[in-house]
């Protein structure tokens, strides 16, 4: 008879740290797809989205224009759609788009 993995408590713990541990790797690279922040309803619905993940610490917000005084300027936008007494300014960064890694 084969002992099965899951039945010792030793082995159970092991198997939930080992998938814990893949989960955190697949989550380090994760990207969202790009939105568009032409209008205003599309920077509402940025800003909306910004504050469903408040409380993620790892999620940083790249906005990339064609230029860093364009990007900005659309940061600036969000953040006057977003509650001033939460530091939401931490997690957007602003990049132009002939920026390296733009």
Request: charged residues 20%; proline residues 6%.
């Amino acid at each position: 008879m084969t002992p099965k993995l899951a039945s010792d408590p030793r082995s159970r713990r092991f198997l939930c740290a080992l998938v814990g541990i893949a989960g955190l790797f697949a989550l380090a690279g994760a990207q969202a797809a790009p939105a568009r922040l032409d209008s205003e309803a599309e920077v509402t619905a940025f800003a909306e989205r910004v504050l469903a993940y408040e409380n993620a610490s790892l999620v940083r917000w790249t906005v990339v224009a064609p230029t860093r005084a364009d990007a900005e300027a659309k940061i600036a936008a969000i953040l006057a759609k977003l509650p001033a007494d939460r530091s939401f300014a931490s997690r957007l960064f602003a990049q132009g788009s002939g920026e390296p890694g733009a």
